[in-house]
């Protein structure tokens, strides 16, 4: 028997986990209201709190400007390789007009 995973939206895990984080509310009322996992509830405060110190944390992240920052830098290693393929092109095409 598999079991189903919940998908939640970045901006819901990040709520809940600044109710525990800036509210001070306790994990175990959190859970009970919001009907979640205190383990996952656990991880998200743990991501949340590393990001708040500049850290990447574990997972996806929870604020948007990591989420920009992840982005960009899957965008900037996609170009960094298709610029050194077509650098490789180029020196292949040079050579064989000489």
């Known amino acids: 028997m598999s079991q189903s995973h919940k998908h939640y939206e970045a901006a819901f895990k990040l709520e809940v986990a600044r109710m525990v984080v800036d509210q001070g509310l306790s994990v175990t009322q959190v859970v009970n209201d919001m009907k979640i996992g205190s383990t996952v509830l656990r991880r998200w405060v743990a991501q949340y709190r590393a990001e708040q110190l500049g850290k990447p944390g574990i997972g996806k992240p929870l604020t948007v400007e990591l989420q920009r920052i992840r982005q960009l830098e899957t965008e900037n290693r996609q ?11 180029s020196a292949f095409f040079a050579r064989a007009l000489k």
């Open 79 to 89: 170009l960094k390789s298709d610029n050194d393929l077509l650098k490789k092109a």
